[in-house]
């Protein structure tokens, strides 16, 4: 069974990808046989409709475009604002975005690219605009609790479906699941927040006030280990924490294909210990680092 990573940073970390990209393509036997690339999620810097993690991608959509048409990745835009209000719904800067990105059924084997959602306002005006984009119902939505969480996944109009990282190990409910339903989780893995948190929400309202220009003051993290930052180290101690034995072993045999790396807000060079962990093969990781580190284009840090 193929399993699909949908990876961060599709305008954050267009440099990083650029280099990547060509070398997964050249030296598939760098990385695992059953992994492929999903799609790659972000947002530009400038984009109202934007949520979950305050976006700073600077590339040039257009390049960023053709990257993904040049290796047939799915690109997924991050409109993930929770707060959105009808006058929102004409802005200029993220209907140019959706007109750039929606899938050109004249293109042969073209990508199907996604749109990744919280407010159903903003899904409705994009599924009647802009028909050729597939849904994904947004992690912001913070879904703990299960009954909530399958009833999101018999919506029909989301292929997928980001759960709370909460729910990542509830196996007995998880397993109650039909095979349609498995197909379309898209399991959130390597979540670094704390797993009690209960502003999680909140946050996420303060992340989408922003992007519209609104003044707020900064949401204080509740957390104890906040001021530490975001550590890979830290995230595999989560108790949600959805490592690669735990794919291979656990979900794959369950049924379950699609998995979410977090990251938007990260270092290029933490995102490349990402895709080193998840979808490389351990004797090749000095080889994929020897070739992003000494690319004199990539400024990882």
């Known amino acids: 069974m193929k399993i699909y990573y949908h990876l961060p940073g599709l305008f954050e970390f267009y440099d990083l990808y650029k280099v990547f990209l060509p070398l997964f393509r050249k030296h598939r036997e760098f990385f695992y046989d059953w992994c492929e690339i999903g799609s790659i999620y972000g947002a530009p810097s400038d984009c109202i409709w934007g949520g979950g993690r305050v976006g700073f ?10 990257l993904m048409r040049e290796y047939g990745i799915s690109a997924r835009l ?26 050109d059924a004249a293109v042969p084997d073209a990508p199907q690219n996604g749109i990744i959602v919280h407010s159903d306002l903003l899904l409705n005006y994009l599924k009647a605009k802009y028909p050729g984009f597939y849904f994904v119902s947004s992690t912001t939505k913070v879904l703990t609790d299960f009954e909530q969480f399958k009833a999101e996944l018999n919506r029909e109009e989301f292929r997928y479906v980001v759960p709370d990282f909460r729910l990542n190990k ?16 898209e399991f959130l893995c390597n979540e670094c927040c704390w797993f009690g948190c209960y502003d999680r929400k909140i946050c996420y ?57 977090e990251g ?19 004797e090749y990781q000095l080889n994929v680092r020897e070739e992003i580190y000494l690319d004199s284009t990539l400024d990882l840090f």
């Not at 004409?90 to 929606?102: G, V, Y």
């Open 264 to 282: 938007r807000s990260l270092g290029s060079a933490l995102i490349l210990e990402f895709l080193l962990y998840y979808m490389t093969k351990p």
């Open 170 to 185: 509830q196996f007995e409910k998880l397993d109650t699941l039909t095979d349609a339903q498995k197909q379309k989780v």
């Open 205 to 261: 309202e303060n992340v989408s006030q922003k992007s519209l220009g609104e003044a707020c003051a900064d949401h204080i993290c509740i957390s104890a280990d906040a001021p530490r930052g975001y550590r890979f180290s830290d995230a595999m101690k989560n108790p949600g924490f959805i490592g690669i034995d735990d794919i291979q072993n656990t979900y794959a045999p369950a049924g379950f294909r699609h998995f979410k790396i």
């Open 78 to 103: 991050t409109f993930s604002n929770s707060l959105l209000r009808e006058e929102h719904l004409a802005n200029a800067r993220c209907n140019e975005l959706c007109k750039l990105f929606r899938t």
């Open 57 to 66: 991608g600077d590339a040039d959509p257009e390049a960023v475009a053709a």
